[in-house]
Nanobody, 129 residues
Framework: QVQLVESGGGLVQAGGSLSVSCAASNSPFPERTVVRYAMGWFRQAPGKEREFVAGISWSGTMTNYADSVKGRFTISRAYAGNTAYLQMTSLKPEDTAVYYC?????????????????WGQGTQVTVSS
């Protein structure tokens, strides 16, 4: 069992930057790091379906992004505590959504949400115009 906890969402003006993070831990042993999980970020805006934003492999050497965020968002991860980050720049009002962290066993991330085994509770990101 993997627990994912997002943090760092908030309100920002258009053109601004914001970072969100996702800490993954095994339950019931939170002090142990998760082994070999690819991680991804998804988002869901009101009235819209959940969509893939970015993914990163276990090794950190492979990343992929939705076309809508390429060049603006950067996904990364730190192995101490097995934390994934999503740095968002040049934010637009259409980036407003609840952002979810997800983890899947194996090396490679996928863009299909159904391919992920564990999900966080989500963190709200609001971009004002």
């Amino acid at each position: 069992q993997v627990q994912l906890v997002e943090s760092g969402g908030g309100l920002v003006q258009a053109g601004g930057s914001l970072s969100v993070s996702c800490a993954a831990s095994n339950s019931p042993f939170p002090e142990r790091t998760v082994v070999r999980y690819a991680m991804g970020w998804f988002r869901q805006a009101p009235g819209k379906e959940r969509e893939f934003v970015a993914g990163i492999s276990w090794s950190g050497t492979m990343t992929n992004y939705a076309d809508s965020v390429k060049g603006r968002f950067t996904i990364s991860r730190a192995y101490a505590g097995n934390t994934a980050y999503l740095q968002m720049t040049s934010l637009k009002p259409e980036d407003t959504a609840v952002y979810y962290c997800a983890a899947k066993s194996g090396e490679r991330p996928v863009t299909n949400g159904g391919g992920y085994d564990f999900w966080g509770q989500g963190t709200q990101v609001t971009v004002s115009s």
